[in-house]
Nanobody, 130 residues
Framework: HVQLVESGGGPAQAGGSLRLSCAASGHARSIECMGWFRQVSGKGREVVASIHKATGKTYYADSVRGRATLSQDDARTTLYLQINDLKPEDSAMYYC???????????????????????RGQGTQVTVSS
């Protein structure tokens, strides 16, 4: 049984950086794709960035492209999302999600849906002040 646990959220200053972590426990080697989503209160979750673990192929949303970087630990059980040059509009609840097989086909696109991925974390709040 695989679980995802996010960490690294909190308050941040505009222009600064933060790094979010998503740690997978259990049979994490079965995971083929992982992604970060975010949700502002009253709005739907949007994909921020995602990665196919085996190929290393990545996707970044336009809102963070050039400011965000995904990385993995050596064991490929933890996914990191670093966002630089933070903006107040980056404030949101950030969620990690993961899956394997056919579900990963759409995970690296702008239409990736959090609820379509089998494994989902509880989220970590990021608040960026100007």
């Amino acid at each position: 049984h695989v679980q995802l646990v996010e960490s690294g959220g909190g308050p941040a200053q505009a222009g600064g950086s933060l790094r979010l972590s998503c740690a997978a426990s259990g049979h994490a080697r079965s995971i083929e794709c992982m992604g970060w989503f975010r949700q502002v209160s009253g709005k739907g979750r949007e994909v921020v960035a995602s990665i196919h673990k085996a190929t290393g192929k990545t996707y970044y949303a336009d809102s963070v492209r050039g400011r965000a970087t995904l990385s993995q630990d050596d064991a490929r059980t933890t996914l990191y999302l670093q966002i630089n040059d933070l903006k107040p509009e980056d404030s949101a609840m950030y969620y990690c999600a993961a899956d394997q097989g056919l579900s990963c086909w759409g995970a690296l696109t702008s239409t990736a849906r959090f609820d379509d991925l089998k494994l989902r974390g509880q989220g970590t709040q990021v608040t960026v002040s100007s």
